[in-house]
């Protein structure tokens, strides 16, 4: 064996080339096993075919003439056993020559009419038809005097009566047949030992010629691999050691070098360390890593740095920071590998620093930008959705308010006429149907929430002192018994652009909800000092702002941060659409809305409208 092939059955290429020399070895194996044991099933399906349907010929045909003799033949006809024996013979005789296979009709041993069994297997097969009782035929390989047969064998059975008395007749007396008997058997031995041997050659020869055809392929391949790797190790080589000078250096390159001893101190710093982190090197020498760093570390990192230097891994972007003299914070990235003598021994580390200020501003700057963008983008998004679920709630409402309002004006219009009968027969159906009016009025009435909440009106702005328009709006305010209002106006009638329309409405549904909350705490006693709604206006900057705030029982934690939700309400007979109401109004006319409550001691509803440019100005 030569130095090439040696070394190539060594490599990985060589390995792996007898493992796939063995799998293929194995698939030829299984391939050419395939192959004999299909030409076998051939033949032997084949073959048993012919056979017996030569077989059940002959049956046929002796069975036939044994009845046709019966019925039109005079005595000296042969009987049906010797023209049986004689044609068979006469049969056998004619292949001779040919060799290819032999037909005999043989009887059970002791009781047979011309020709007894030829060997074991013979006597066996009749003995078994003899036992059953529907017998069936058979097929099979047997060894005869040292040469393979495939054999097939016919049950012949006593189906005529004319065939029982012939045969009986032949005995002499020894034996009696009956219908239904097994007379014997009909035999055909076909030689198959040429077709074995040659089935076998011919999957030897497949398999042989699988395995050589995968061995080949398997060889080139695995060559050529192992010349495309020599090549490769050979280029590798040629750079090895010039690559491995630089190669710590190369991959940790930075604003200077450092190095530590087996102790983990410092031995060596460049000059540069001085201008970039305020530590000249002999503050270094001598000292660890940890003496010589005091911000910007935590215990966690310290731990995880610590366990990569008692591994001896190589680190990187390991982060502090140095205080500078004039105060400035620097923040510092260093790199590092363990190095190592030619006996295997560790000598310490070797790595870069780099000065990373610049990267970290910049990080922080992008990350404050991301935040931002997200936000803004969340707002976005929320707005969206928000316009997305007021158009199908528009959709909706449009829909269900046509299909309710025609159904609730018909039966307004039959309340009327029941009314009208009612009065006219002396019924006393007041109270009823004014229960019923006043349904229908309610229905109306959520109909129109409805609506009004999903068209986005276009507002009707003119500008208005807002402490006299909310005087006016007040004054037409109905204040249940009971509750106090009280005035605590301080934007010193300010003007200011609005919808005076719109946002008397804003005013209204706070001031209701107010006096609804205080009288569903308690009954309220007239004159109850502690029921009051107070209204505060002021002017801060360039918003007004209007407060409105009562001594009723609070806002649950719950519930409170739903309350802007629509069709949500904790009133029975509540739409859930006032507060989203409010809400759309006021930023509609670009302010914003703000609840805090605390159970027990009421709750207060901040409004603020932002004043314009010129509004701020003229002030």
């Known amino acids: 064996m030569s ?16 493992k796939y020399l063995g799998f293929s070895a194995v698939l030829a194996v299984a391939v050419a096993y395939g192959v004999y044991d299909l030409g076998l099933r051939w033949f032997q399906q084949t073959k048993s075919e012919e056979q017996l349907t030569a077989l059940q010929l002959v049956d046929a045909f002796v069975a036939d003439y044994s009845d046709n003799r019966g019925k039109f033949m005079s005595g000296e006809a042969p009987v049906p056993a010797t023209f049986r024996a004689h044609a068979i013979e006469r049969f056998n005789h004619a292949r ?67 065939c029982v008395d012939c045969h009986n007749k032949l005995q002499g007396g020894k034996w009696q047949w009956k219908l239904g008997d097994v007379l014997g058997a009909f035999v055909i031995d076909v030689p198959a030992a040429q077709f074995l041997y040659t089935a076998r050659m011919e999957s030897i020869g497949v398999g042989l010629a699988l395995f050589l055809l995968l061995g080949g392929v398997g060889f080139y391949v695995s060559r050529l691999h192992f010349r495309q790797l020599a090549e490769r190790e050979a280029a590798q080589a040629l750079v090895q050691q010039s690559e491995e000078r630089f190669r ?142 007021l158009a199908t709630l528009g959709q909706l409402t449009a829909t269900v308010s046509h299909e309710l309002r025609n159904p609730l004006g018909v039966i307004r219009n039959t309340i009327f006429t029941v009314a009208e009968m009612a009065n006219s027969g002396g019924l006393k159906l007041d109270r009823p149907i004014a229960r019923i009016e006043r349904s229908i009025a309610r229905c109306d009435g959520i109909i129109t929430e409805l609506l009004d909440y999903t068209r986005i009106k276009e507002l009707h702005r003119r500008p208005l002192p807002i402490d006299a328009w909310l005087g006016e709006v007040l004054d037409e305010q109905k204040i249940a018994d009971g509750i106090t209002l009280i005035r605590e106006f301080g934007a010193l009638n300010r003007e200011i652009s609005l919808d005076p329309e719109r946002l008397r409405r804003v005013i209204i549904n706070l001031i209701d909800n107010a006096g609804q909350a205080i ?82 001691s009421g709750t207060s509803v901040l409004v603020w409208l932002p004043l314009s440019q010129a509004e701020v100005i003229a002030a």
């Open 3 to 18: 130095a090439l092939s040696a070394r190539f059955l060594r490599s990985k290429s060589g390995s792996g080339f007898l």
């Open 248 to 389: 710590v250096y190369a991959e940790t390159a930075s604003d200077w070098f450092w190095e530590q001893d087996e102790n983990l101190r410092f031995s060596y710093l460049s000059n540069a360390v001085k201008d970039k982190s305020g530590l000249a090197p002999s503050a270094h020498i001598g000292k660890t890593r940890r003496e010589v760093i005091h911000l910007g570390v935590t215990e966690d990192q310290w731990r995880d740095h610590q366990a990569d230097l008692d591994a001896r891994r190589p680190f990187r972007d390991f982060r502090f920071q140095r205080a500078m003299p004039d105060g400035a914070i620097r923040h510092i990235s260093i790199n590092g590998r363990p190095y190592f003598d030619a006996n295997g021994q560790f000598r310490g580390y070797r790595g870069t620093a780099r000065d990373i200020t610049k990267d970290v501003s910049i990080e922080i700057e992008l990350e404050r930008r991301v935040q931002e963008r997200t936000a803004e983008l969340r707002v976005v998004q929320d707005e969206l959705l928000r316009k997305e679920r």
């Open 519 to 600: 009288e569903g705490a308690r009954g309220i006693a007239a004159g109850a000092p502690s029921s009051q709604i107070i209204v505060r206006t002021r002017a801060i900057a360039d918003r007004i702002e209007i407060e409105i705030a009562d001594t009723g029982p609070g806002i649950a934690p719950d519930i409170l941060p739903r309350i802007f939700e629509p069709l949500f309400s904790t009133k029975g007979f509540g739409v859930g659409l006032g507060l989203p109401t409010v809400k759309q109004i006021v930023e509609h006319h670009g302010g914003g809305i703000e609840v805090t409550s605390e159970v027990g």
């Open 96 to 162: 001779d020559a040919a060799g290819a296979l032999r037909l005999v009709m043989v009887g059970p041993a002791g009781r047979e009419i011309a020709i007894a069994p030829s060997d074991a297997d013979m006597t066996r097969s009749i003995e078994r038809f003899g036992r059953e009782a529907k017998p069936t035929p058979e097929t099979r390989f047997v060894e005869l005097n040292g040469e393979t047969f495939f054999r097939a064998l016919y049950p012949s059975l006593a189906s005529q009566q004319s």
